[in-house]
């Protein structure tokens, strides 16, 4: 069985002494986890202290980003060594604000997935179409075209270890959702698809996530599916009533 994941994208929100504040206030909703996994992937500035804050608890902490490169003449750039060093485990890639507003390329993403799973950083790769291609059908083909160019010369064996999340570009940070059905759909297919470039088994141990405007009240229909594996949160998770209220989703009825 797959162990449901929910991620934190807290994007460019929240200083050090803010950061602290929320996990002082998230502890009182949540301190302990049965059969999921939590990761806040706060702002670079904010890792360290987070990191320490949150050793010895349940919950883990990622970067909204990297480098592919581990060091050299990259102005302003953050190197996977770096989080690596700093204990960081998990890593954004792909997200679609840094393919739409800094023009990340999927070569790009290709480079940084290649890096990630090098420095044994778990990637969590974002694919999704826009409100055009979703009114135009080209859904499943364009997420299908993602993943591809994110994976091409990939090492076999490093596969099992990505984390896909299906993120249509229209639902984030918009209050308007795909429906349960309509992400288990797609996910059920990015699910087949990757038991293409790996096999059947392989892609039933592969954790597919949603994000796109996830509220505590919708998570449990989205949970219901079979395919869905957890969330990638952004405006919701940065309101720890919120986000425990996400968490509590998954978690077996008392
Ligand atoms: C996101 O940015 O990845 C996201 C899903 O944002 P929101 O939950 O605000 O739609």
């Known amino acids: 069985m ?4 929910i991620v934190a994208n ?12 929320f996990l002082a ?3 009182r909703e949540i301190n302990e986890i049965e059969n999921c996994e939590v990761v806040f992937c706060p702002p670079f500035t904010a890792l360290y202290a987070m990191e320490e804050t949150l050793e010895g608890t349940p ?7 990297m480098h592919w490169e581990d060091s050299g003449a990259f102005t302003g750039e953050i190197s996977p060594f770096f989080l690596k060093e700093m204990g960081v485990q998990y890593v954004i890639l792909g997200h679609s604000e840094r393919r739409q507003l800094f023009g990340e390329t999927d070569g790009e993403i290709n480079k940084k997935l290649m890096a ?3 420095q044994n950083i778990i990637p969590i790769v974002c694919v999704g179409e826009t409100d055009k291609e979703h009114k135009e059908g080209k859904t499943f083909d364009l997420v299908n075209l993602q993943m591809k160019k994110a994976l091409e010369g990939q090492n076999k064996t490093d596969l099992p270890n990505i984390i896909w999340a299906y993120e249509p570009i229209w639902a984030i940070g918009t209050g308007k959702n795909a429906t349960p059905e309509q992400a288990q759909e797609v ?3 990015m699910r087949k698809e990757l038991s293409k470039t790996t096999n059947a088994p392989t892609a039933e141990t592969m954790r597919i996530l949603y994000g796109g405007s996830v509220s505590d009240e919708k998570a449990k229909g989205f949970l219901k599916q079979p395919d869905i594996d957890g969330f990638l949160v952004g405006g919701a998770s940065l309101n720890p009533q919120k986000f425990a209220g996400i968490i509590r989703a998954t978690q077996r009825p008392q």
């Open 116 to 118: 990630a799973l090098h």
């Open 2 to 5: 797959r162990t449901k994941l």
């Open 25 to 27: 206030a998230f502890h």
């Open 187 to 189: 996910i059920q297919s």
């Open 10 to 21: 807290w994007k460019m929100n929240y200083s050090v002494t803010e950061a602290l504040k």
């Open 59 to 65: 919950f883990k902490v990622g970067a909204q980003n």
